[in-house]
């Protein structure tokens, strides 16, 4: 009922602020602390995803649908990956604001410790919680223009953040992107994905894994300023790309970015139609 849903609503605008207040206070402790830049943000990653966690269990309407078995085996690739210093390009499917946050919701924490991700600079001076983003160490895009489909993106200022990430990849880490690079309002069917996005995969030669995720849009629809209604988000954790050699000229980077970014969005689309085709067996 419409009423059940603002109640929800409210109640998950009451958890968040008291976990993002929470979250923003600890990583600025951690700041505080002597300690090297690296591992003041790879703690406050534990923070930001203890909090997310908790955040979660808070939300007794929202349900998670996942395999648990294929899930931890993912994680544990994954992890053997890092350990071979070979980092890890991971893509999530980009249906509401909530995303970013089932990340932090799902994954083990020292998958999540590890990882760093592009937003939209806009996200870094949102109140209370854009100084969490920069704590983390996340990443900003510097795009031209705010609107809806335009993606041109500031090359100078950009070419400085790319930098730092790649010397963050060379070390083994993970990088959560979402290659439809805005919110899909019809989360059926992805979006192409943006080819540029796979020129550090294909230099670095690394694997691609996707988080793909159902019914997100349900609990926070993409026109709502909150969240929090009452559904069921289903994910998945597959291997859909294995990386290869490093890749040097910009002619072979090129030509892999065209081919990984179609053949990354095949496998994810594929698992989309299969969240659509089971739920549309149970609702029989």
């Not at 979250?23 to 300690?35: A, D």
Request: overall charge positive; glycine content about 6%.
């Amino acid at each position: 009922t419409m009423a059940s849903g603002s109640t929800w609503k409210t109640w998950f605008q009451i958890c968040i602020s008291l976990c993002m207040i929470n979250i923003r206070l600890w990583c600025e402790l951690v700041h505080l602390l002597p300690l090297a830049q690296e591992m003041k943000e790879k703690l406050s990653m534990y923070v930001l995803c203890i909090g997310l966690k908790v955040l979660s269990l808070t939300q007794f309407q929202v349900k998670f649908d996942l395999d648990p078995v294929q899930m931890a085996k993912g994680w544990v690739a994954i992890r053997r990956s890092l350990a071979r210093k070979k980092s890890v390009f991971l893509l999530m499917n980009h249906v509401s604001k909530l995303d970013g946050m089932l990340m932090g919701m799902v994954a083990p924490l020292d998958v999540t410790a590890q990882c760093k991700t592009y937003m939209s600079s806009i996200l870094f001076r949102a109140f209370l919680v854009g100084k969490i983003w920069k704590l983390v160490g996340h990443k900003p895009v510097h795009f031209k223009s705010d609107e809806y489909g335009k993606f041109s993106v500031d090359k100078e200022r950009q070419a400085a953040v790319q930098e730092q990430i790649k010397e963050f990849m060379l070390k083994g880490k993970i990088l959560i992107f979402c290659p439809e690079g805005q919110i899909n309002k019809n989360p059926r069917n992805l979006l192409p994905f943006r080819r540029g996005s796979f020129a550090l995969p294909a230099e670095l030669g690394m694997d691609i894994w996707a988080l793909t995720t159902h019914n997100a849009q349900k609990v926070w629809p993409f026109k709502s300023g909150m969240g929090g209604l009452p559904s069921t988000i289903k994910l998945s954790l597959t291997k859909i790309h294995s990386g290869g050699e490093k890749i040097s000229t910009p002619e072979k980077i090129k030509e892999a970015c065209v081919q990984m970014a179609d053949s990354c969005r095949v496998s994810m689309q594929a698992e989309v139609d299969r969240f659509y085709e089971e739920e549309t067996k149970q609702n029989q």
